[in-house]
C-alpha cells in the first residue's frame, strides 16, 4: 500500500526566511508520480510541481526548489525568502504505479508573518 | 481556459437529506475524480471517472455515488446526509492522470 507522511503539521516564519517542507512516501511499485499542491484559504488546491521515479534531477522555479531523493523515499519543498502570499497549506501527494488516484499526506500549514 | 467548475460553492443541509455536487472538468479533460476534505482525516479518494465509467472507487459507504456524462461533466451523490458528511467536496480533472490533477474551488457541504 502507498503512504505519504508530512511530519510536520504546522510551521511559522518570518517574512524572508527560508523554510523546508518535508515529505516521505512509501510504495512498493518502482513507478510512481509524486506531486506538491497548495491550498490557500480559498480552499482550491493549486498544482505546484510533479516529479515521475525515474526523473531524480531536482529543480529550482522561482523561489519554489525540489529535492528529490529516492534513496530516503523524500521529495521535500524549500520556499525561499517566503513571503506572506506563500502562507497556505502544502500538500505532498503519490499516485502509484497503474492506479489514478492520488494519495495525499495529511499536509503542512505554513504561516509567514510579515 | 477554463479551469474546474464546481457547483454550487456552498450548501447547507438536514441530517436525512441528499445532495448533488456538480463538476465541470477542463474542456477535453476526460477523467474526473472526486474528493472529500475532513479536519480529521484529510483528503480522501471518493471515484474517479473516465469516459463516463466508474474507474476507481475510494473506501466510502454507498450512500456516496456518482456518475460521468457524455460531455464529462460528472455529478456526485450523497444520500441520507450524516452530521459527518459536512466537509469540502473537491473535483479534479486530468488529460494522463500522469501528469496530475487541476482541482476545482470545492463545495463545501455543512450538514446541520
Known amino acids: 500500500a502507498q503512504k505519504v507522511t508530512q511530519a510536520q503539521t504546522e510551521i511559522s516564519v518570518v517574512e524572508k526566511e527560508d523554510v523546508t517542507l518535508d515529505c516521505v512516501y512509501e510504495t512498493r511499485d518502482t513507478t510512481y508520480y509524486l506531486f506538491w499542491y497548495k491550498q490557500p484559504p480559498s480552499g482550491e488546491l493549486v498544482f505546484l510541481i510533479r516529479r515521475n521515479s525515474f526523473d531524480e534531477q531536482n529543480e529550482i522555479s522561482g523561489r519554489y526548489s525540489w529535492n528529490f531523493q529516492k534513496s530516503t523515499s523524500s521529495f521535500n519543498f524549500t520556499i525561499t525568502a517566503s513571503q506572506v502570499v506563500d502562507s497556505a497549506v502544502y500538500f505532498c501527494?503519490?499516485?502509484?504505479?497503474?492506479?489514478?488516484?492520488?494519495?495525499f499526506g495529511k499536509g503542512t500549514m505554513l504561516l509567514v508573518s510579515p | 481556459k477554463a479551469g474546474v467548475t464546481q457547483t454550487p460553492r456552498y450548501l447547507i443541509k438536514t441530517r436525512g437529506q441528499q445532495v448533488t455536487l456538480s463538476c465541470s472538468p477542463i474542456?477535453?479533460?476526460?477523467?474526473v475524480s472526486w474528493y472529500q476534505q475532513t479536519p480529521g482525516q484529510g483528503l480522501q479518494f471518493l471515484f474517479e471517472y473516465f469516459s463516463e465509467t466508474q474507474r476507481n472507487k475510494g473506501n466510502f459507504p454507498g450512500r456516496f455515488s456518482g456518475r460521468q456524462f457524455s460531455n464529462s461533466r460528472s455529478e456526485m451523490n450523497v444520500s441520507t446526509l450524516e452530521l459527518g458528511d459536512s466537509a469540502l467536496y473537491l473535483c479534479?480533472?486530468?488529460?494522463?492522470?500522469?501528469?496530475?490533477?487541476?482541482f476545482g474551488s470545492g463545495t463545501r457541504l455543512t450538514v446541520v
Open positions: 501527494a503519490l499516485i502509484q504505479g497503474g492506479y489514478s488516484t492520488l494519495t
Open positions: 479534479a480533472s486530468s488529460l494522463e492522470y500522469r501528469d496530475g490533477y487541476t
Open positions: 474542456s477535453g479533460h476526460r477523467s
